[in-house]
């Protein structure tokens, strides 16, 4: 099992539409989740983060929480063509120093 | 405040030979990460320094090493490359420690032939 899944895509929805991708993670002392956008040739960017369990809204990006499910997701609503990336999941886990984890990405396609 | 910087963006080098990558964080932050991503494996992670120590590495052979200076800009070293390190090197720099929030720079990408 890898430490850190999302769902596979890629994942199509029309312009204005809730985008919602999904993350779930296998290390149970994980402490900090991140959402990060990824345009094509270009490096990571950090556009969410989550530490404690429930929602947490930003825009129009909201993260979800779930520490007793091991589950954490995103949803993009409004979704604009301009959302078109691959969005990486990174779970947090704290040892001597501590490291990201990273998900294999969910491509979203945002269609006019 | 400017951003995390990395030189150089691209490198091609030959097999056997050896590369060093550099990265400079934001100001302020203390923890410099360094990652491989390929189109393969994702997003892995290699080490992460703090204070001119690492305090954590990745499962990555010996060939990898690095540093990290005084002034928390660091260096991530391959020796004897092979062709499977052909991939995008990515450092992120954080405040404290590597489970806080990491801003990534642009990345180096490394061609190897």
């Known amino acids: 099992q890898k430490e850190v899944e999302q769902n596979s895509g890629p994942l199509s929805v029309p312009e204005g539409a809730i985008a919602s991708l999904n993350c779930t993670y296998s290390?149970?002392?994980?402490?900090?989740f991140f959402w990060y956008r990824q345009y094509s040739g270009k490096s990571p960017e950090l556009i969410m983060s989550i530490y404690s369990n429930g929602d947490k809204e930003d825009g129009r990006f909201t993260a979800q929480l779930n520490k007793a499910s091991q589950y954490v997701s995103l949803l993009i609503r409004d979704s604009q063509p301009s959302d078109s990336a691959t969005y990486l999941c990174a779970v947090g886990v704290y040892n001597q120093g501590g490291k990201l984890i990273f998900g294999q990405g969910t491509e979203l396609s945002v269609k006019p | 405040k400017a951003g995390v910087t990395q030189t150089p963006r691209y490198l091609i080098k030959t097999r056997g030979q050896q590369v060093t990558l550099s990265c400079s964080p934001i100001?302020?932050?203390?923890?410099v990460s360094w990652y491989q991503q390929t189109p393969g494996q994702g997003l892995q992670f290699l080490f992460e320094y703090f204070s001119e120590t690492q305090r954590n590495k990745g499962n990555f052979p010996g060939r990898f090493s690095g540093r990290q200076f005084s002034n928390s800009r660091s260096e991530m070293n391959v020796s004897t490359l092979e062709l499977g390190d052909s991939a995008l090197y990515l450092c992120?720099?954080?405040?404290?420690?590597?489970?806080?929030?990491?801003?990534f720079g642009p990345g180096t990408r490394l061609t190897v032939t």
């Open positions: 992120a720099s954080s405040h404290q420690t590597g489970v806080d929030e990491q801003y």
């Open positions: 290390d149970r002392v994980s402490q900090s």
């Open positions: 100001s302020g932050h203390r923890s």
